[in-house]
Protein backbone atom coordinates (compact mmCIF):
# COMPACT_ATOMS: atom_id res chain seq x y z
CA UNK A 1 0.00 0.00 0.00
CA UNK A 2 1.01 3.81 -1.02
CA UNK A 3 0.51 6.37 1.92
CA UNK A 4 0.52 9.73 0.48
CA UNK A 5 1.27 12.50 3.42
CA UNK A 6 0.81 16.23 2.20
CA UNK A 7 1.36 19.62 4.49
CA UNK A 8 2.19 23.24 3.69
CA UNK A 9 -1.79 24.46 3.43
CA UNK A 10 -3.44 26.89 5.44
CA UNK A 11 -4.79 30.77 5.15
CA UNK A 12 -3.11 33.10 3.07
CA UNK A 13 -3.97 36.72 1.93
CA UNK A 14 -4.72 37.51 -1.87
CA UNK A 15 -1.30 37.85 -3.57
CA UNK A 16 0.25 35.82 -1.22
CA UNK A 17 2.14 32.52 -1.36
CA UNK A 18 1.74 28.62 0.36
CA UNK A 19 4.28 25.76 -0.54
CA UNK A 20 2.61 22.19 -0.06
CA UNK A 21 4.41 18.90 -0.13
CA UNK A 22 3.73 15.77 -0.70
CA UNK A 23 5.66 12.31 0.69
CA UNK A 24 5.10 9.02 -0.79
CA UNK A 25 5.76 6.06 1.34
CA UNK A 26 4.74 2.12 1.28
CA UNK A 27 6.23 -1.00 0.18
CA UNK A 28 4.95 -1.06 -3.05
CA UNK A 29 5.89 2.68 -4.30
CA UNK A 30 7.36 2.66 -7.73
CA UNK A 31 8.48 5.76 -9.74
CA UNK A 32 4.51 7.21 -10.18
CA UNK A 33 3.52 9.90 -11.72
CA UNK A 34 2.75 12.66 -8.66
CA UNK A 35 0.69 15.33 -9.12
CA UNK A 36 -2.02 17.92 -7.10
CA UNK A 37 -5.66 17.91 -7.61
CA UNK A 38 -8.05 20.83 -5.80
CA UNK A 39 -11.50 21.32 -5.12
CA UNK A 40 -13.43 24.18 -4.06
CA UNK A 41 -17.01 24.36 -2.71
CA UNK A 42 -19.72 23.39 -4.99
CA UNK A 43 -17.10 22.69 -8.27
CA UNK A 44 -15.20 20.31 -9.54
CA UNK A 45 -12.34 18.82 -8.93
CA UNK A 46 -9.54 19.89 -10.93
CA UNK A 47 -5.97 18.44 -11.50
CA UNK A 48 -3.95 21.24 -11.17
CA UNK A 49 0.24 20.20 -11.33
CA UNK A 50 1.93 16.90 -12.07
CA UNK A 51 5.33 15.93 -12.20
CA UNK A 52 6.25 13.22 -14.45
CA UNK A 53 3.18 14.32 -16.46
CA UNK A 54 3.30 15.62 -20.18
CA UNK A 55 2.22 19.07 -19.09
CA UNK A 56 3.09 20.03 -15.88
CA UNK A 57 1.01 22.95 -14.90
CA UNK A 58 -2.70 23.31 -15.66
CA UNK A 59 -3.58 26.25 -17.86
CA UNK A 60 -5.55 27.92 -14.91
CA UNK A 61 -2.70 28.14 -12.69
CA UNK A 62 -0.05 28.53 -15.40
CA UNK A 63 2.67 30.97 -14.52
CA UNK A 64 1.45 30.82 -10.56
CA UNK A 65 2.23 27.83 -9.84
CA UNK A 66 4.96 25.59 -10.14
CA UNK A 67 5.79 21.78 -9.08
CA UNK A 68 8.98 20.11 -8.19
CA UNK A 69 10.33 16.84 -7.14
CA UNK A 70 12.67 15.44 -4.36
CA UNK A 71 12.79 11.88 -5.89
CA UNK A 72 15.59 10.52 -3.06
CA UNK A 73 12.54 11.22 -1.23
CA UNK A 74 9.34 10.75 -3.32
CA UNK A 75 8.31 13.92 -2.36
CA UNK A 76 6.71 16.79 -4.49
CA UNK A 77 6.41 20.08 -3.89
CA UNK A 78 3.39 22.52 -5.02
CA UNK A 79 4.91 26.24 -4.82
CA UNK A 80 1.91 28.92 -5.57
CA UNK A 81 2.26 32.14 -5.77
CA UNK A 82 0.18 35.01 -6.60
CA UNK A 83 -2.63 33.30 -4.91
CA UNK A 84 -6.02 34.29 -5.58
CA UNK A 85 -9.39 34.01 -3.53
CA UNK A 86 -10.64 31.58 -6.65
CA UNK A 87 -7.53 29.17 -5.24
CA UNK A 88 -9.39 28.38 -2.34
CA UNK A 89 -10.04 24.26 -1.79
CA UNK A 90 -8.46 21.21 -0.47
CA UNK A 91 -5.88 20.51 -2.20
CA UNK A 92 -5.54 16.45 -2.28
CA UNK A 93 -2.11 14.77 -3.33
CA UNK A 94 -2.22 12.05 -6.08
CA UNK A 95 0.12 9.33 -8.10
CA UNK A 96 -0.86 6.94 -10.67
CA UNK A 97 -0.46 7.11 -14.73
CA UNK A 98 1.27 9.93 -16.32
CA UNK A 99 -2.25 11.05 -17.54
CA UNK A 100 -3.71 11.79 -14.09
CA UNK A 101 -3.32 15.79 -14.52
CA UNK A 102 -6.03 15.10 -17.18
CA UNK A 103 -8.42 12.62 -15.71
CA UNK A 104 -8.50 11.56 -11.88
CA UNK A 105 -9.75 7.86 -13.49
CA UNK A 106 -5.78 7.43 -13.77
CA UNK A 107 -5.10 8.23 -10.29
CA UNK A 108 -4.07 5.48 -8.40
CA UNK A 109 -3.66 6.86 -4.47
CA UNK A 110 -4.74 9.88 -2.69
CA UNK A 111 -3.61 11.70 -0.13
CA UNK A 112 -5.92 13.19 2.76
CA UNK A 113 -6.08 16.65 1.66
CA UNK A 114 -5.46 20.03 2.95
CA UNK A 115 -6.76 22.93 3.14
CA UNK A 116 -6.15 26.17 1.08
CA UNK A 117 -7.84 29.40 2.12
CA UNK A 118 -7.11 32.50 0.52
CA UNK A 119 -8.55 35.49 2.16
CA UNK A 120 -9.09 38.77 -0.11
Known amino acids: QVQLVESGGGLVQNGGSLRLSCAAS????????MGWFRQAPSKEREGVACFGCGEEIADSVKGRFTISSDNAKNTVFLKMNNLKPEDTGVYSCAAGSSLLLYNSAYVDYWGQGTQVTVSS
Open 26 to 33: GPTFKPYA
